[in-house]
DNA sequence: GATGAATGAGGATTCATTCAT
DNA sequence: TATGAATGAATCCTCATTCAT
């Protein structure tokens, strides 16, 4: 009896996700307005109903898409690892920042419509900003350290954070070219430029 | 009588203009699934059924809001001045560049949504793809060039070309800031360093 | 002056007429309601406006596109030929009423959609079954001395005429072919079967 | 369980039967075009939306309510019991016919708007074609055999065919009696006539 | 009269949400 | 909970009619 509850739990949260993994894939294709729910059941092969019993609405659903995946990878943006020296925390930083660019298409789609259409999605937008400020704060200090210790050209760290930032986000709206493609490590090196690295410390 | 006409033309060819730039605004802003052809025509202070005067589809619409800016600006992207230096030549276009992308939010945000939704817009996004080769086509030989001066670190021209215009694009998806603001010259700073500028060739 | 009044007044009905048949000709193919004025003007090659200089509304239009030719051609339905015998009365009206109804394909399409959607148009169907009556009350008598002088089997007279009405319009209704196949000369013999010929006044 | 299935199945299909035949009798009456699916819902007493969870459009609505009863009563036309002689074989076809025609006022007013705007019902139109045929192959032996064996006028028995389908079709268009209506009884004998009956084998 | 742009009511269709089973 | 039929508001688009030129 407990294993049937606990095994009807999994099946239960399994159902849940396999939904919003489908939801944050046609979602990021098609975007928000133009998909309907009834192609999310039917791609995730639940029935139509089962949508409205794992989401009250089309719009929490939406939410959802972007706030577990945005709470579940938080922290390996936020948190890195620091090396000996700024230049290479940052090296290595891009190297994990690109492959989860390369990888998470349909994350940064979703994020990328609410961006734009921040009319639309306030709470949702509020909460990319915050991000964004905390991403700062948490670069920030290390793009200093670099540039005190003449590893990088000097110039506001908040700006290259953000364009940091912004070029990812570019970089994932104008390829749809699959993780594994070249192109994903070549990028980092273009990444690496915006921090201003000088004579010596630019890439190997 | 000529005038007459001349006149009625000129009036037929403004209110064109003002709903093409009305559906521009709203479906940058508002996307195009989430825009209604009545919200346009009660912002462009039009009747309903003008819309439908003037463009065939909502889609029609939607496509004369992307083209007609993309074909007017074309050659502002693309026949750039050359000056004595390529570092020169291309500090001089990245102004121009950021100016634009501070100045058309509307404009680039549309082709942000077609980039993102490829799927349902092919011919649209076809002709970006076009334009993002000619692009490359003209702007690869001032990089390698630079290159072989030694104004610029050596690394694939291409990959160079399109990170710029990628981060071109990921900018404008993050600021919502007005044109005037300083953030849009602080960047042409960051966009220069993606084209890898050795030391003495640096943002001056 | 005169003439040119003359002449402009000519124009002005040939220009009426002219939109009267092509209103008619698309009516019948393609029916009332799915008839749009814009293709009417369109096809006969008049401006938009035009339509409605001419006529009040497109029902009036329509209404006229029955009314003129029903006018028209009532007396060649009403008051025909009388010869020696009512046998060769009825034939000769027959051949008559099937060259009518060979060459006015459209007109008869018309009578149609009025008869068939009566509820649509009261006034159009009443007057078409006043011209039933008359027309019955036309040929009735032939009939009956038909009848009397043995060239005729018995039967209502009222009936026969009816069911002769009927098969003209049904004719029309099964075929599209043009006025001078040789259907239309073979159907005579059916419709005057309709009359119930005996032995020796059958159709030579 | 399964009997809930089964009558929730059952009502499914009444509920589409009851769309089905409202459809019918309304395009019958108002025209395809002047139609709307509104009316159509309000008057079989479902709500808009449930006409469309029933058939996929007006157009496919509109080819059901002529389809599926054309399926439904073909063998009826086309499979008739054969007597000892044509005549009698005949007789008893009309009287058939004629009964169809009178009960089905509805279902022949849609032949008719197909018939006579083929352009804009093309595959319909040819369905009917295809029927007309089949009908013409199964009634000419009989027309033949009486014909040889004196009963009928010669004559081309397809012209015979052809054109009591079309008194058929006529009838339904010129009548707009009730079914119990001795009018239609009364036309099975003007329709025998068109077979050309030969002294004593007319109708009794 | 002639023209064709302007208007907005009306209609087909879609789809999120509800709800009975 | 699972299902999918039922609902009707919302939206695109059409087109008769009006009207300014």
């Not at 639940?46 to 579940?72: R, T, W």
């Not at 943006?77 to 492959?99: D, G, N, Y």
């Not at 700062?136 to 590893?151: R, W, Y």
Request: with cysteine; proline share 4%; charged share 20%.
């Amino acid at each position: 009896m407990a294993r049937t509850a606990e095994k009807r739990e999994r099946s239960h949260h399994e159902k849940r996700n396999l939904i919003l993994q489908t939801a944050q894939s046609l979602f990021s294709e098609t975007g928000y307005a133009a998909t309907t729910i009834a192609e999310i059941a039917k791609s995730a092969g639940v029935s139509f109903g089962s949508v409205f019993s794992y989401f009250e609405s089309k719009e929490a659903l939406f939410k959802q898409s972007l706030l577990e995946p945005l709470e579940q990878n938080k922290s390996m943006f936020l948190r890195f690892t620091t090396f000996e020296t700024p230049s290479e925390t940052v090296q290595a930083l891009i190297r994990i920042h690109m492959e989860f660019v390369a990888r998470n298409a349909a994350f940064l789609r979703i994020i990328q419509q609410v961006i734009a259409q921040r009319a639309q999605f306030p709470d949702l937008f509020e909460e990319l900003d915050r991000f964004n400020h905390e991403f700062q704060d948490a670069l920030c200090p290390i793009i200093l350290q670099g540039q005190e210790m003449g590893e990088f050209s000097s110039g506001d760290p908040n700006l290259v954070a953000t364009s940091y930032l912004s070029f990812l986000l570019g970089l994932r709206l104008a390829y749809a070219d699959p993780p594994g493609h070249s192109l994903w490590s070549a990028m980092t090196v273009m990444a690496y430029r915006l921090f201003g690295p000088t004579a010596g410390h630019g890439e190997a």
